[in-house]
C-alpha cells in the first residue's frame, strides 16, 4: 500500500491497481514494470522468450532494454518501420524500439523545448554503437528540414567514418568502440536540423602499437588496403600488409583484407569522406598519414655500446617522406635528446629500448592527433552555419562499457570509471533524487533501498587522497616508479570497502565495481599517465613539410628564426642549427603550455559531461550481452541475469512501479496539456498553478497522481495517457482542418471550373473563328485559283476559237446572201463583189449593207451614228491613257470608230496597196485592221488581254496600244506574202472632227 496525499487528503491506494495489464501471457508484455509479479526469475523469463522470438526490445519503466541478437532481424529497421514510428502518442501503442525512444525525444524536444539526452550503456559488444547510430538515424528521419541540403546524410554517414579510426575487433566484441563519443544534434524550436557537434573522449591509443592475442588495431588499418586504389597506395607508399609490424601479428585480421565483405567496408568509408565533406587533398594527406604510422612502426634500432641507430635507414627514409621530415632530423630525434643541465645543452644517446619507447609514443601521437583532428573536422562540417540562442539539443552518450579482461591497465581504469559515474547518474535520476524530489514536494515517500556507488566515486574522483590525485602525485616525482605508486594506493585505500590488496607484493590491486571485481596490473601506469612525447620528436614534427602534420603538431618554426642569421656554408651544421632550434622553441612550448595528465584531463571531461547530462531531460537505452560467444539465438541466463542486476534494473522496475517518474513543473505541465481543458483564464490561458494541473489532468481522466508544492507527480503510465489524449486533440485538429481545407478546395475547384468554362468557350469560339477564317482564305484561294485557270482556259479558247468564229459567221452570211441573192447583176459583177468583199484571211464582222436584207436584226442609220460617236470618245479617251498621241501618224489619221465590214471596204475601195483603217467590230469585244493590197481587201481581229494589251488574232505579240499595232507593222509586214501598212484610209467629215 502507498500513502500518498492528494489535494491536502491522505489517500490510501493500491500500487497494483494502477497498473494496467495484468495477466498477460508469458513474453507479450512490452513494459515489464506492468508484470503482477516481478522479480529476477519472471523478468528473465520473459526476457528471453520475446529474445527467442526476436523480439530484441522492451521496456522496464522509461527504460529501453535492448538485447543484442548477434544478426540480422529482417525488416526490424526498414523505412516502413520509421514511418510506424513517427509522431507516436502513446508509446504503449506500438512495441518497444530504439525509433520509439528517438521520436518520443524528438517530440519532447519540440513540444516542451527542453534539452534531450540519450544514455546508452552496456557491457562491450552489448549493441551501444549500433543503438547510437539508429537513434540518430531516426532523428535525421522524423526532422522536418535541415539548414543545410546535404546534413541529413551527413549524420547517417559521420558514424561510419568514425568507427573506422575509433573502433576495433577485441575478444569480446567486434565492433568495439575504442573511445566515447557525445553527439549533440542542434535543433530549432520547430525540429528543423541546424547542425551537429561532437566531443570525443580518451581514445585508446595504446591499441596502435600493441594489441592483446587474437586482437586486431583500429579497422582503418585494414580497410585502407581494401579500398585505396593502386594510385592512391602509390602515393601513400603502401607495401605488403602483412610487412607492418604493427597489424601483421593477426594473421586472420591480414587474410580477412581480400574479402568481398571487407572490400564493401573499404567502399563504403571512401564514399563516407566525400559525403560528410573532406575534400580530396585531406583524404590524400590523411591516407599519407596512416601509412606514415604503419611505416614508423617498422624502425628497427641496433644496440652499440648501448647507444641505439637505426638498422633500417630504407624505412627511416620512406617514413619521414610520408611526415614530410628531414630524414637526418627525424633520425637524430629517434634515438638521442638534447637535455639542459645547469643552463648548457647537453646530448644523449638512447637505449635500444628508449628508442623503441620513443618509436611508439611518436605512432601514438601521431595517431591521436589525427583522430582528434578527424573530429574537428567533422564538427566544422556539421557544426551549425548560424548562430541561433534558441537552438535546442538532442544528445546521445555513446561511450565505451564496462571492460574486465584477463589484463586490465590504465585505460581499462578510465573505462570503467566513466560507467561507475554514468551509473551513479543513473541512480540519481532514478533513485535518490527521486526521493528528495519527494520529500522537498511534501510528499510521503518510498523506503527505496539501492546500491550506491558514490563511495566508490570518492575513491577515485576526491580532490585530496583520491586514486587520480595520487597517480598525478606521482607523476610529478621523478623517482617514481608503479610500485611505489602501487604501494601509495594499497596505504590509502586497503581498508576502503571496494578495494581489495593482493596478498603477496604483486603490483596490481583490485577494484569492486558496481559490475563486479577488477584486479588491474600497474604496470606503466605512470609512463601511460604522464603521455610524454620528447621536445626533439615534437620539434621535428613541427617543422613538417607535410601540412596536415604541421597543423597537429603546431610549433613556431625554426626556420624563420635562422632565417635571418649569418648564413653558414656546411650544411650539416645548418640542419644541426636548425634541429636545435626546434627543440628550444618545442620545450619552451610545453613549458608554455599547462601540462596535465592523462587521467586529470579525463575527469574535468566527466564532470563537464555530467553537467551537460544533468541539465538535459535523459532517455535511457540499457544494451545486453546475451552471451559471451557472439553467435545469435544463445541466450546466456548466468549473464543477462547478472548485467541485469549490477545496472539496477530490477530496482528501477519496483520504483517505477511504485513511485512517480514523471514530474514537470506546473509551468511547463500546463503548457504542454492546457488543450485538454476547456477552461482558460484571462486570456484564454490557464494559469501555471496547481489547481490548473488538476483541471487538466480530471479532465483528461487521470486518476492517482499527486500535486507537490511546485510540481506534479505522475505515474510511467500517466505520460502516455495524456499524450494519447493530446494526439487525439491533434488528430481531431487535423479532421477539422482536413474538412475545412476540403470545403474550401472544392468551393475553389468550382469557381476555377466556371471560369474554366467560360475560358472555354472563349478559347473554343476563338479558335473557331479562326480556323474559320482560315479555312475561307483558302477556299478563297482555292476559288481565285480555279477562276484563274476558268479565265485562262476561256481566254485560250477565244484565242483559239476566234478565227472559227469568223468562219462560222462568213459562212451564215453567205447563206444569207443566197437567200437574196441580187440577180440584176450579171454572175461576173456577182463574183467579182464576191472576191473583193469575201476573200480576206480573217472576216469577223456578220453586217451587210444597208440595203442588203439583214436576216438577223436590222441597226438603223441613226443608231449606228450615236454609237460610232460613242465608240470613238471612248477610243481617244482610251488610247491617250495609253500614250498614243493625236496629230502626224496619230490615231485620228486610222481610226474610223465603230463601222461595219461592208462600210471598212466601201471606203478602202480603189485607194492604193497598203491603205488601211483600224474600226471597232459591231459584233464583238475588239478591234479589226483592215487593209487592202492589190485590190483586196483584208480583215484582221485584234482582241483586248485582261491586262488591256493588245494581240492580233493568230500572232502571239502584245502591244500597249494600237499606235504600236501601226507602228510596227508599217515596217513588218502582217501576213507572208509581204503586206505592209503604208497610208491610213480617208476619213469622212464626221468621224474627223469627232476625233479632233
Not at 587520480?468 to 617514481?480: H, M, R, T, V
Not at 530496482?651 to 511547463?668: A, K, L, M, N, V
Not at 496539456?673 to 479532465?699: F, N, V, W
Amino acid at each position: 500500500m502507498l500513502s500518498v496525499q492528494e489535494q491536502g487528503n491522505n489517500v490510501m491506494t493500491s500500487s497494483s491497481s494502477l497498473i494496467p495489464g495484468k495477466g498477460a501471457p508469458l513474453g507479450e508484455v512490452d513494459n515489464l514494470a506492468q508484470l503482477e509479479n516481478l522479480n529476477e526469475d519472471s523478468l528473465m523469463q520473459h526476457l528471453e522468450h520475446r529474445f527467442n522470438k526476436d523480439v530484441i526490445y522492451s521496456y522496464v519503466g522509461e527504460i529501453l532494454v535492448s538485447v543484442n541478437p548477434f544478426k540480422t532481424i529482417p525488416g526490424l529497421y526498414s523505412p516502413s518501420q520509421q514511418a510506424k514510428y513517427t509522431l507516436v502518442g502513446n508509446k504503449a501503442d506500438l512495441p518497444p524500439h530504439v525509433f520509439s525512444v528517438a521520436d518520443i525525444a524528438f517530440q519532447n524536444l519540440v513540444q516542451g523545448g527542453k534539452d534531450q539526452t540519450c544514455i546508452i550503456s552496456g557491457e562491450s559488444g552489448a549493441g551501444k554503437t549500433e543503438a547510437a547510430k539508429l537513434f540518430v538515424k531516426h532523428l535525421v528521419h522524423v526532422s522536418q528540414e535541415s539548414e543545410m541540403d546535404m546534413l541529413h546524410k551527413q549524420l547517417v554517414e559521420v558514424n561510419p567514418l568514425l568507427e573506422s579510426f575509433g573502433n576495433a575487433q577485441t575478444l569480446r566484441n567486434n565492433n568495439s568502440s575504442r573511445f566515447g563519443k557525445f553527439t549533440q544534434i542542434l535543433m530549432d524550436e520547430k525540429g528543423a536540423l541546424k547542425g551537429a557537434e561532437m566531443e570525443v573522449y580518451l581514445l585508446e591509443k595504446s591499441r596502435v602499437v600493441h594489441q592483446a592475442e587474437g586482437e586486431r588495431n583500429f579497422h582503418v588499418f585494414y580497410l585502407m588496403f581494401a579500398g585505396l586504389s593502386d594510385a592512391d597506395k602509390a602515393k601513400a607508399h603502401l607495401q605488403a600488409p602483412d610487412t607492418y609490424n604493427i597489424i601483421n601479428d593477426n594473421s586472420d585480421a591480414i587474410h580477412e583484407i581480400g574479402t568481398a565483405e571487407l572490400r564493401k567496408q573499404a567502399a563504403e568509408l571512401m564514399g563516407c569522406f566525400d559525403i560528410v565533406g573532406f575534400s580530396s587533398e585531406e583524404q590524400d594527406q590523411l591516407w599519407r598519414l596512416v601509412s606514415g604510422v604503419l611505416l614508423l612502426g617498422n624502425i628497427e634500432f641496433n644496440s652499440d655500446h648501448d647507444a641505439a641507430s637505426i638498422s633500417n635507414q630504407g624505412v627511416l627514409k620512406q617514413c619521414a617522406e610520408l611526415l614530410g621530415l628531414e630524414t637526418y632530423t627525424f633520425n637524430l630525434a629517434l634515438t638521442r635528446s638534447i637535455n639542459i643541465i645547469r643552463g648548457e645543452e647537453t646530448e644523449r644517446n638512447y637505449k635500444a629500448h628508449e628508442a623503441e619507447d620513443c618509436r611508439n609514443a611518436t605512432c601514438k601521437a601521431v595517431y591521436n592527433r589525427l583522430f582528434s583532428w578527424i573530429f574537428t573536422r567533422c564538427n566544422q562540417l556539421l557544426g551549425p552555419k548560424s548562430n541561433a540562442r534558441g537552438n535546442k539539443t538532442i544528445s546521445i552518450l555513446d561511450i565505451f562499457g564496462f571492460e574486465c579482461f584477463d589484463s586490465n591497465s590504465f585505460e581499462q581504469v578510465c573505462i570503467n570509471l566513466a560507467n561507475e559515474q554514468l551509473q551513479f547518474f543513473f541512480n540519481e535520476h532514478i533513485f535518490r533524487m527521486e526521493m528528495a524530489e519527494y520529500a522537498s514536494e511534501g510528499l510521503e515517500g518510498l523506503d527505496v533501498t539501492y546500491t550506491d556507488n558514490k563511495p566508490l566515486l570518492d575513491l577515485f574522483l576526491q580532490p585530496s587522497g583520491g586514486f587520480i590525485s595520487i597517480l598525478d602525485e606521482e607523476c610529478s616525482f621523478p623517482g617514481a616508479t608503479d610500485d611505489s605508486l602501487v604501494m601509495k594506493l594499497h596505504s590509502n585505500f586497503e581498508r576502503h570497502n571496494a578495494y581489495t590488496r593482493p596478498r603477496g607484493n604483486a603490483c596490481e590491486f583490485t577494484i569492486n565495481h558496481f559490475a563486479g571485481p577488477v584486479t588491474y596490473e600497474g604496470d606503466d601506469f605512470l609512463y601511460k599517465n604522464r603521455d610524454n612525447l620528447a621536445a626533439d620528436i615534437l620539434g621535428a614534427l613541427s617543422d613538417s613539410s607535410h601540412g596536415l602534420v604541421k597543423r597537429l603538431f603546431h610549433v613556431a618554426s625554426a626556420a624563420g628564426k635562422m632565417k635571418n642569421q649569418k648564413k653558414r656554408t656546411h650544411a650539416q651544421h645548418l640542419k644541426e642549427s636548425l634541429r636545435r632550434e626546434s627543440i628550444r622553441r618545442a620545450r619552451k612550448e610545453i613549458k608554455n603550455t599547462k601540462k596535465q595528465s592523462v587521467a586529470l584531463g579525463f575527469k574535468k571531461s566527466l564532470a563537464l559531461l555530467m553537467a551537460r547530462l544533468n541539465s538535459a531531460n535523459p532517455h535511457f537505452i540499457r544494451c545486453v550481452k546475451p552471451n559471451g560467444s557472439q553467435v545469435g539465438n544463445v541466450f546466456d541466463e548466468e549473464m543477462v541475469k547478472k548485467q541485469l542486476r549490477y545496472t539496477g534494473m530490477l530496482e528501477t522496475t519496483r520504483i517505477r512501479r511504485e513511485g512517480y517518474s514523471y514530474r514537470p513543473i506546473f509551468r511547463d505541465f500546463v503548457k504542454r496539456y492546457c488543450l485538454l481543458s476547456s477552461q482558460g483564464g484571462e486570456g484564454g490561458e490557464l494559469p501555471p498553478t496547481a489547481s490548473s494541473c488538476r483541471i487538466i489532468l480530471d479532465a483528461a481522466g487521470i486518476t492517482g497522481y499527486v500535486i507537490g508544492k511546485t510540481k506534479a507527480f505522475l505515474r510511467y503510465y500517466h505520460v502516455d495517457v495524456l499524450n494519447n489524449r493530446v494526439r487525439e486533440i491533434h488528430l481531431a485538429a487535423i479532421q477539422i482542418q482536413r474538412l475545412a481545407r476540403g470545403f474550401v478546395s472544392r468551393h475553389k475547384t468550382k469557381q476555377m471550373r466556371i471560369i474554366k468554362n467560360k475560358s472555354a468557350l472563349v478559347i473554343q469560339k476563338t479558335v473557331r473563328g479562326f480556323l474559320s477564317r482560315c479555312r475561307t482564305r483558302v477556299l478563297l484561294e482555292q476559288k481565285r485559283a480555279t477562276m484563274a485557270v476558268v479565265a485562262e482556259f476561256f481566254a485560250h479558247a477565244q484565242s483559239n476559237g476566234a478565227g472559227m468564229r469568223d468562219v462560222i459567221l462568213h459562212l451564215r452570211e453567205q447563206d444569207a446572201r443566197r437567200q437574196g441573192r441580187d440577180t440584176t447583176l450579171p454572175p461576173s459583177s456577182r463574183r467579182k463583189k464576191s472576191a473583193l468583199m469575201y476573200d480576206a484571211e480573217d472576216d469577223d464582222d456578220d453586217e451587210d449593207e444597208e440595203n442588203e436584207p439583214q436576216p438577223y436584226g436590222t441597226i438603223s442609220r441613226q443608231a449606228r451614228k450615236e454609237k460610232n460617236e460613242r465608240s470613238i470618245r471612248w477610243f481617244v479617251t482610251e488610247e491617250k491613257k495609253k500614250g498614243a498621241g493625236m496629230g502626224e501618224d496619230g490615231f485620228e489619221q486610222w481610226f474610223h470608230g465603230v463601222i461595219s465590214r461592208r462600210e471598212s471596204e466601201a471606203r478602202l475601195k480603189n485607194q492604193k496597196s497598203g491603205t488601211f483603217l483600224v474600226r471597232v467590230a459591231e459584233s464583238r469585244f475588239g478591234y479589226t485592221l483592215s487593209m487592202v493590197n492589190k485590190g483586196r481587201v483584208k480583215h484582221f481581229m485584234i482582241n483586248v488581254t485582261d491586262k488591256g494589251e493588245y494581240k492580233m488574232v493568230g500572232n502571239s505579240r502584245l502591244f500597249v496600244c494600237l499606235n504600236d499595232i501601226v507602228s510596227y507593222h508599217v515596217a513588218h509586214s502582217i501576213t507572208k506574202v509581204g503586206d505592209k501598212l503604208s497610208l491610213p484610209c480617208p476619213h469622212n467629215t464626221e468621224n474627223l472632227k469627232q476625233l479632233q
